[in-house]
């Protein structure tokens, strides 16, 4: 269970980001936050993820609590091993000097035989195979994504967040990433992400969150979303 109750947050304690935002999640759904651009959609996955305030800073107000425990006085290294956040630009995400060497980095913690069984297992998954020794440089922002993806799911965490997750790939990614969001909810994976796409991933969520100008605007089953819903989240006018 996520729960976020009457949740505020501002960077610099003048103007809020978020402003009372409450609503709870279940375990093993998929959950699409909508909204557009500089509504707040970020902020709030950095705050889920504990990215806020336990790597950045700012004033918060309410609460978010994921099983129980209140990420905002949870240590850091405690969330991460429940939590996985893939960042909407992978290049701020990625620390490796290759894919190889970024891919074990997160699971350095696991006897040899864990670690080759793991890592060729997503490797072959994800499709890296030709790309393993190339350095970030070397990679397009799409095949970046790609990486950090396998990099956080291989950690196998309950929880996994994604802050615009179809952003830098191609249709043929978009519909894979897709497959790879309908096999972790198979499993019992909590998913949330940010999307501006709904129709790509209609079949595999849940509910869907709409945030404008840092306010809760509707959480309801995908289901009873509607056209009226989205155009006016957007501000979409009928012609």
């Known amino acids: 269970m996520i729960e976020i109750d009457k949740l505020s947050f501002s960077y610099d304690g003048e103007k809020a980001i978020l402003t009372d935002i409450s609503f709870s999640i279940k375990k093993g759904e998929v959950v699409a936050i909508l909204g ?4 707040g959609k970020t902020t709030l996955l950095y705050l889920l993820a504990g990215i806020i305030p336990h790597l950045k800073k700012g004033i918060i107000e309410g609460t978010i609590r994921i099983e129980n425990k209140e990420v905002s006085k949870t240590p850091f290294e405690d969330i991460i091993k429940k939590v996985g956040f893939i960042m909407h630009n992978p290049e701020e995400q990625f620390v490796g000097l290759n894919v190889k060497h970024e891919l074990l980095l997160g699971i350095s913690h696991l006897s040899m035989t864990e670690k080759e069984e793991i890592f060729n297992r997503f490797v072959s998954i994800f499709e890296l195979n030709n790309l393993l020794f190339n350095s970030p440089q070397e ?4 095949q970046k994504q790609k990486v950090i993806m396998a990099s956080v799911v291989m950690r196998e965490p309950e929880y996994i967040f994604l802050d615009e ?5 191609d249709i043929h990614s978009q519909k894979w990433v897709c497959e790879i969001i309908k096999n ?3 499993k019992g994976k909590t998913i949330i992400l940010s999307t501006h796409k709904i129709d790509l991933i209609k ?3 849940d509910r869907v969150v709409g ?3 840092g306010k809760l ?3 309801k089953p995908f289901d009873n979303l509607t056209q009226s819903d989205y155009q006016s989240l957007y501000n979409i006018k009928n012609t």
């Open 36 to 39: 557009p651009n500089g509504s």
């Open 139 to 142: 990679l397009s922002m799409g």
């Open 165 to 169: 997750p179809f952003s830098f790939l």
């Open 184 to 186: 972790l909810k198979e």
């Open 203 to 205: 079949d595999v969520v």
């Open 211 to 213: 945030i404008k100008d």
């Open 217 to 219: 605007k509707f959480f």
